[in-house]
């Protein structure tokens, strides 16, 4: 069964988010931060800046963040984008900002851009980038509004969950699902157990009767 490592001198791992999804997500690979501390950056995007270099600093950013607060820590860091073109979509906090952003997903294809970041204890940073096409199929004004009444929009990168009932928009994907959630799974495996920090053990023989 999968397990993070339980050896007591090894530095505390640290989740640089509170988003409950991604903690959701490392529990599915076997890994329980000692510590969630999410970080306080500013996420808006600097002039000109491609949803892609948004994404990569701001995994970046929140990490080394944290990394300054818990020295001699391992501290993963995650940041998800959600782009048409080059046009980076909000995390939607008013029913008008979803409203524009499903109005602009409606019938067309996006890309979700999933940033990761390891700082190590003594200060080094691994980086990944992940990029997930999705196409939504064209939404109706009654489907629209019957999201915009669920609420599960709110503070969702593009406006919308793929786990939820956005589900039902999605036409097709090509990549990783679990990045459109919030972490790219395979990736962020990789990248831990490049490390040492996520390693397989056999399952524990049945006790005989």
Not at 14 to 35: E, H, W, Y
Not at 70 to 77: N, P, T
Not at 94 to 103: D, I
Not at 136 to 144: D, G, I
Request: aromatic fraction near 6%.
């Amino acid at each position: 069964m999968p397990a993070r490592p339980d050896d007591v001198s090894r530095p505390t791992f640290v989740l640089a988010s509170a988003s409950p999804r991604r903690l959701d997500l490392l529990a599915q690979i076997g890994i329980t931060p000692d510590k969630v501390a999410p970080a306080d950056i500013d996420e808006r995007p600097l002039k000109r800046e491609l949803p892609r270099h948004l994404a990569r600093r701001l995994a970046v950013g929140k990490a080394c963040a944290i990394a300054e607060r818990f020295a001699g820590s391992w501290v993963l860091g995650a940041d998800t984008v959600v782009a048409c073109g080059r046009r980076t979509l909000p995390k939607a906090s008013t029913e008008s900002e979803a409203y524009q952003c499903l109005r602009r997903l409606s019938g067309r294809r996006h890309r979700v851009y999933g940033g990761v970041a390891l700082v190590d204890p003594e200060g080094g940073v691994t980086d990944r980038l992940v990029i997930t096409s999705v196409a939504f199929k064209r939404l109706s004004s009654e489907e629209m509004a019957g999201y915009l009444a669920s609420r599960e929009w709110e503070d969702k990168a593009g406006a919308y969950a793929i786990q939820g009932l956005a589900a039902a928009f999605v036409r097709s994907l090509i990549g990783s699902y679990s990045n459109v959630v919030g972490l790219p799974l395979f990736e962020t495996a990789s990248v831990l157990k490049s490390r040492n920090l996520l390693r397989w053990h056999p399952p524990e023989p049945a006790d005989a009767p």
